[in-house]
């Protein structure tokens, strides 16, 4: 058995709230790669406007944006991650890579007294 360990950050305080985790930070980078909230939805398996909103939703709880977008033109429209954003999925990456480590120092020796073959789920 190999749980899954997934890292999210909620905070509440103020009347806002934020809640950054694995689905909001892959969209972010995706869309650094792409340039491109729609070719990113995509990439993901997401709508547009779900994606749109995920943005629209962590830009308005951070002092800076962490996307920007560009309207249609010629060239047609964007988006880019802010020195925000960057920031953002930067450090999130470093507390999943901490959170993830020790989790798992102590997760494993609770594993190891389980019988095997069962489970407490019915």
């Known amino acids: ?25 892959a969209l972010l ?14 990439k993901l398996g997401m709508s ?7 943005v629209d939703e962590t830009n308005r709880c951070l002092v800076r944006p962490a996307v920007k977008t560009m309207t249609g033109g010629p060239q047609g429209g964007g988006a880019a991650l802010t020195p925000a954003g960057v920031e953002l ?12 480590t020790a989790v798992t120092r102590e997760l494993n020796p609770l594993l190891r007294t389980l019988a095997p073959g069962r489970s407490s789920r019915k």
């Open 89 to 100: 999925v930067r450090r999130y990456r470093a507390l999943e890579r901490l959170a993830s």
């Open 48 to 54: 547009y406007r779900r994606a749109w909103l995920l």
């Open 1 to 25: 058995m190999k749980p899954e360990i997934r890292f999210h950050v909620r905070d509440g305080h103020d009347g806002t709230r934020l809640g950054i985790g694995p689905g909001k930070v």
């Open 29 to 42: 980078e995706t869309i650094g790669e792409t340039g491109s909230i729609t070719a990113s939805a995509r």
